[in-house]
């Protein structure tokens, strides 16, 4: 039986304590530094979406010099922007097309691949384990010795009222 003291579980409990928070310790260390940076989501977010036509801001934030003069250009009449004006206008706010949101991907390949690599390693356990866990067959599977298995149990006459033996004719020596 384990019998611990009071001062003894409060000695273990303390050097716990200060291990967790003492500066060379692996939890310490672990969480000194970011690994990724932080999104903050109470900021307007971007994403293309088919449901949501409108993000909640443009595609680019930080504007070149050339993009700003496009957008006081934006501000004039339409008619006189080039096709490619427009698109480069277009791109500043999205960032992709319906049709580009629209086009299919590759992951179905993915999922497809993963399941196949599933069944596989299943058939390696399964084959693994008809050699090596499971016994053999034992001898009743065998056809000749299920053959005397059912000629004992005519010549003994098991269960002659309803059973397997009313099912024969002893007369004829074949099955009803």
Not at 66 to 73: I, N, T, Y
Not at 85 to 93: G, P, V
Request: glycine share 6%; charged share 25%; with cysteine.
């Amino acid at each position: 039986m384990l019998h611990l003291t009071a001062g003894r579980v409060g000695s273990r409990l303390a050097s716990r304590a200060a291990a967790a928070f003492s500066v060379g310790s692996a939890r310490m260390a672990s969480t000194s530094h970011a690994v990724s940076d932080v999104v903050d989501m109470s900021k307007p977010q971007y994403w293309d979406r088919r449901d949501i036509p409108l993000p909640d801001r443009a595609f680019k934030e930080s504007l070149t010099a050339a993009d700003q003069s496009l957008k006081q250009k934006e501000k004039g009449p339409w008619g006189q922007l080039t096709k490619e004006e427009k698109i480069a206008l277009y791109r500043m706010s999205f960032c992709q097309t319906y049709p580009e949101m629209n086009e299919p991907s590759a992951e179905w390949k993915t999922v497809m691949g993963g399941i196949f690599i599933f069944l596989g390693i299943t058939g390696l356990v399964v084959l693994w384990q008809s050699i090596y866990v499971y016994p053999e067959t034992p001898p009743t599977f065998d056809p000749e010795l299920q053959a005397k298995q059912i000629k004992r149990m005519l010549d003994m006459r098991i269960n002659p009222i309803e059973g397997f033996s009313a099912k024969w004719d002893y007369e004829k020596g074949q099955w009803k």
